[in-house]
């Protein structure tokens, strides 16, 4: 059967990256508005229904506005905002971070895509929860950087209007109420939102998250090697997935330590470093923020939904 797929916002930054990796698809058709019509109620109404899986890249309101001109039963959608990734009646689109979460995904008809920051995060912190290695109350903080991209359209043309001129490492967030807090608490397991400062670096795309753990802080101090064997056990019972965990090995400075590294592909790596004489440690995520941060992660959720081969149909 060829899966009728409309992605609502496909000019956007997200939406126009799906559509490329979805392009050569045989098993689908793609669904394409005509650009005058773009925010059209009623051709994007026509357009919802018809589609056997919707895929918004819009605006949290707009998403919304969609949502809810969604009158057929057999349309289902994959969410690329914010605005339903704790909702009730939704399935987080993080196929790896759970056991069950890619037959839940699976079996969905609202998917919500995660964050790019939360993605490191509950990739880095959940294992270790679940392992009872990092206290759930323990006050974490998390920083990275990300390429422009991730503001999508506006941040991208401020950027590329400043050229070299534009700051090369702007932190932001710094009233410490990013919107991502919400879903990064909800699904990491811990039980108050992390110290999060994000940044945003003079170029196009990738990114690069880190987590510090002063372990003499614990209630009982893990070494590196437990850390990492917790994160790497998590990663290696989740089939089709796509996080990757470095050898400990190797994490004493990695050539992968880039945050444009895995551009273009839809790998998470994640990297442990520890000295366990110091009781401190350092947990690195790497991924593009428009491949498994957003249209990669879109794409593998969508296989997911339609029963589609990860390793063969996903444009890495
Ligand atoms: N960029 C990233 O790295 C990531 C983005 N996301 C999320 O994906 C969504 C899209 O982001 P992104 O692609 O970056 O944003 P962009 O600003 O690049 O694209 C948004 C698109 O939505 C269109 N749009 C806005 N309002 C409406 C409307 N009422 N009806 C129809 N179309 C509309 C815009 O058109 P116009 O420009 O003409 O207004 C634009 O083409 C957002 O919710 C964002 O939070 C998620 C993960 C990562
Ligand atoms: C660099 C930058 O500005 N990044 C965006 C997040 C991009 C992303 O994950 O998208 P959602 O908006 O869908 O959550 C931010 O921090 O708001």
């Not at 098993?27 to 508005?33: K, M, N, R, T």
């Not at 914010?82 to 979460?101: I, L, P, S």
């Not at 470095?246 to 990297?271: C, F, I, M, Q």
């Amino acid at each position: 059967m060829v899966a009728r797929v409309f992605i609502d916002g496909e000019a956007g930054t997200t939406g126009l990256q799906i559509r490329e990796r979805l392009a050569a698809r045989r098993d689908l058709e793609l669904l394409s508005i005509p650009d005058h019509l773009r925010k059209d109620l009623s051709a994007r109404a026509d357009l919802l229904n018809a589609a056997d899986v919707a895929i918004l890249c819009l605006p949290d309101d707009a998403a919304k506005e969609s949502v809810s001109l969604i009158t057929s039963d057999t349309t289902r959608v994959i969410d690329a905002s914010t605005a339903y990734r704790v909702a009730e009646g939704w399935d987080y689109g993080f196929a790896e971070m759970a056991k069950d979460q890619g037959a839940k995904i699976a079996a969905s008809k609202r998917v919500s895509n995660p964050g790019c920051w939360p993605q490191g995060l509950i990739a880095l912190t959940r294992p270790l929860i679940e392992a009872g290695l990092l206290p759930a109350d323990l006050p974490l903080t998390y920083n990275g950087i990300s390429g422009y991209s991730g503001g999508g359209k506006s941040m991208i043309a401020d950027y590329e209007a400043a050229g070299a001129g534009a700051n090369t490492f702007a932190p932001y967030a710094l009233t410490f109420n990013h919107k991502h807090l919400p879903e990064m608490t909800a699904y990491s397991g811990l039980t108050k939102a992390p110290l999060f400062t994000p940044s945003v670096g003079n170029y196009y795309k990738g990114m690069l998250t880190a987590i510090p753990l002063q372990l003499s802080a614990l209630p009982k101090v893990p070494t590196g090697a437990e850390l990492h064997a917790a994160i790497a056990d998590h990663f290696a019972a989740i089939k089709d997935g796509f996080v990757e965990v470095a050898p400990l090995a190797d994490t004493g400075s990695s050539k992968d330590l880039n945050p444009e590294a895995h551009n273009g592909t839809n790998t998470l790596r994640l990297h442990v470093f520890a000295n366990d004489a110091r009781a401190q440690a350092v947990l690195i995520a790497v991924y593009d923020n428009l491949g498994k941060g957003a249209s990669g992660a879109a794409v593998q959720n969508l296989n997911l939904m339609l029963g589609v081969d990860a390793a063969t149909s996903l444009a890495a």
